[in-house]
């Protein structure tokens, strides 16, 4: 096929004018195009008063080495073969199932692509199944009762499930298609294969999560619930199993870490068997919300309320005084902000979206970077017990039961406690006490993010409004820590046979580039080991 890009299209346009703008690239009649796709579909909103779409297509014609060659235009290529290869499987027999622990995207791409390969994986999560899960959570938000072992954090999905299920990332891997053809084979919608910036939204990743797990059983795979890795078994300097619940050990010289970046208890039982750790950046903030009105007013101004263009969403950064780097993350457009613990007697915030994006408010992280000096010591674990430290502040400014303190931006900027709520009705469940934030964040954080809220607002307006309110804290944007592992096998730096993943170990950040983690590491698998 041939694949061409910059294809532009006014808002109103139809796709099917892209057929007509194709055939005079290349210079053919539109009869001549057997088959045209999408490969890319962006917006162009610089131009004052016009939008525009923009498109990558890929075109079925007869003689594409002919045409090609009359072509002189560098939006004009050959379409390359993005198909995913397997690897070829190795020569050592394994003796047993290789064990995948965690079902967040690391996990559960790694436990498919082993099913797929006939390698019949146990994945072990310590949460339950999405539709008990998604229960356990509902009732969270409502009561404020917290279930530790299954949450917004932990169980089938991993914490991308209650997300906006965004799909962007800056990794360019081939394996990224692979991930987005699998999702949309499980019933996720099949523009994210195109979309500049595609998402699936809460609802429906968990039923594609679902599926996905029935596909790894129908191959042969197992699954299971409320099964948390509680010790491993190390002989000799390599991985020979995994305790679970404290009473069962399964055999295994195959084991992947895919946790997630909230499995602290999981973190000190890794810490206690040696497992090499060390700490790694992250960053701190909050939630911060507007109404979404104004966040598409602010980005497609005329065109705010076309049908066409959803709801708008952004992503802003500034550099602050105090060399701290601030910027929104996990943008939410037409969300929710939501209680995102994992521990008793600590508040966390994260955000949500539902495929319709169609919630009265917009929300998005507001982070400030923090290093290893920020921690407090030189302990692997030193960047989580620095996350603790402010989310019990955060807890107890909230006055318990999950409650978040917050706070409108205007008395932010202004150092004052609120006492009233403007236009932003706060979305946090199970709800929020307003207070002063500077009260469970370090000063330097709070310091950077009031002068980025000021840059923000002349980036964005409206992003300073001082109705807009932030609910805190959000400190789960990434790991504390990183798992060592070699750069070739993609084992363990200390311990041969065992594969940390994804997110939780230090080597991703976000649904896809942990599930391309997870691909990556079932590949090393493949390559050292014959299938069962």
Known sequence: MIRISQLRLGIEDNTQKLIKKASKVLNIKTDSIKEISIFKESIDARKKGQIEFVYTVDVSVDNE?????????????????MEYKYPEPGNIKLGSRPIVIGMGPAGLFCGLILAQMGYKPLILERGEDVENRSKTVGKFWKSGKLNTESNVQFGEGGAGTFSDGKLT?????????????????????EDIMYSFKPHVGTDILKSVVKSLREEILELGGQVRFNSKATSLIIKDGKISGVEVNG???????????????????????????????VQKPFAIGVRIEHPQ?????????????????????????YHASNGRSVYTFCMCPGGSVVAAASEDGRVVTNGMSEYARDKANANSALLVSVVPEDFEGDHPLAGMYFQRKWEEKAYKLGGGG??????LVGDFLEDRASEGLGEVNPSYEPGIKLTNMVECLPSYVIEAMKEAIVNM??????????????????????????ILRESKSLESSNINGLYPAGEGAGYAGGIISAAVDGIKIAEKIILKYKGL
Do not use: W
Not at 169 to 189: F, I, M
Not at 297 to 313: C, P, V
């Open 247 to 277: 009473e069962e050990i399964i055999n295994s010289e195959a084991v992947v870490l895919a946790i997630g970046h909230s499995a602290r208890d999981t973190f000190e039982m890794l810490h206690q068997n040696s497992v090499d750790i």
């Open 293 to 317: 009105s104004v966040i598409n007013q602010a980005q497609y101004k005329q065109f705010a309320t076309h049908e066409r263009l959803g709801a708008a969403d952004y992503r802003l950064t």
């Open 65 to 81: 080495k002919r045409i090609l060659k009359k072509i002189r235009n560098k939006n004009v290529t050959i379409t390359p073969d």
């Open 169 to 189: 990332t800056r990794v360019k891997d081939l394996r990224c298609r692979k991930v987005l053809r699998e999702l949309v084979k499980a019933g996720a919608p």
């Open 402 to 407: 999950h409650i978040a303190p917050a706070q």
């Open 457 to 482: 607002d002349r980036k964005l307006k409206g992003f300073g409004m001082d109705s807009a309110i932030i609910t805190g804290v959000e400190t789960r944007s990434s790991s504390p820590i990183r």
